[in-house]
């Protein structure tokens, strides 16, 4: 793990971290003339029962045939219950993906959410910065995760976070998070706008995760005070920006995509400046990652 000594101690640099893999052991899945992921070489004995793919010693291909999204979607559909029926899927959401080749291109099929880890798929989420004002210091609420969590149970995230399912946007998926997993009613967030965007390109495991983050700012009153609705977050707590980033430089407390965008946050709002030693190595792995 790429990290540096320094005098307080460990030094934990996310850019890199969230950009560590060893593509040898995938080979590239292809559909519709689209490379859209990445497959584990462990795995191709399990695609090659599967009628609907080809498997070549260095690609996966779904079959030329399926010619259409919504043909590729009902194939892909069918195999993704037979292996969820088989405890083959962990973490199922029952919660539909578009699958595309890059961040903004065409949507090629649809796929459940828990099987596009498997295939290396580009994942995008909607990420919300929820931070009060007390006086000139800046304070940052975070949520800690269930300890149920089907991924990075326990870990610190965002006050809100959530994964953009077929056809929602990152915004619209940021409002109705706001609500399910902290209690920020509408009035509240209505003045919630995007403001930037992380990647990552991470090996994680035996599968690889490619995610295009989507951030959003929302200042909060000092008197709020989020509450878990679901039951994705076990509670919150609220940090002071020296503690942010002590958290992010000198730990693993958060969730790794979460780090990039607490430093985007930090570096936005004047709290990591050029200056500053981590600022470099920080702003230039924030977007590195997915293709």
């Known amino acids: 793990m790429p990290t540096s000594d320094h005098a307080g101690g460990r030094t934990y640099d996310w850019g890199s971290i969230c950009n560590e893999r060893d593509l040898r052991k995938y080979v590239p899945f292809a559909a519709g003339g689209f490379h859209l992921g990445w497959i584990n070489r462990t795995r191709l004995d399990l695609i090659r029962a599967e009628r609907a793919f080809t498997v070549f010693p260095d690609l996966v291909m779904l079959d030329e045939d399926l010619a259409t999204p919504s043909l590729r979607t009902a194939a892909v559909a069918e195999l993704a219950q037979r292996w969820h029926d088989l405890d083959l899927v962990p973490g199922w959401r029952n919660e539909p993906y578009d699958v595309v080749p890059y961040p903004g291109g065409p949507v090629v099929l649809r796929m459940e959410r828990a099987l596009t880890r498997l295939f290396g798929l580009i994942n995008v989420g909607a990420h919300v910065n929820g931070y009060v004002r007390d006086g000139d210091d800046v304070l ?29 946007t990152p915004e619209a998926v940021a409002r109705k998070e706001a ?49 878990p609705v679901d039951s994705e977050v076990a509670g919150f707590e609220l940090h002071p920006v020296e503690k942010l980033i002590g958290t992010v430089t000198g730990s693993r407390e958060f969730k790794p995509d979460c780090n990039l965008v607490v430093l985007d946050f930090l570096i936005r709002h004047h709290h990591l400046r050029a200056g500053d030693p981590l600022y470099r190595q920080s702003a230039l792995g924030l977007r590195r990652g997915v293709l």
């Open 140 to 168: 940052m609420w975070v949520a800690r995760r269930s300890a149920d969590k089907p991924t990075y149970p326990g870990r610190l995230d965002q006050v809100v976070a959530g994964g953009v399912i077929a056809s929602m």
């Open 179 to 227: 609500w399910e997993e902290a209690g920020i009613d509408a009035d509240l967030v209505e003045p919630i706008r995007p403001t930037s965007a992380v990647t990552m390109f991470m090996e994680h495991g035996d599968v690889i995760s490619r995610d295009v983050n989507h951030v959003f700012d929302l200042e909060l009153p000092a008197d709020f005070v989020p509450r």
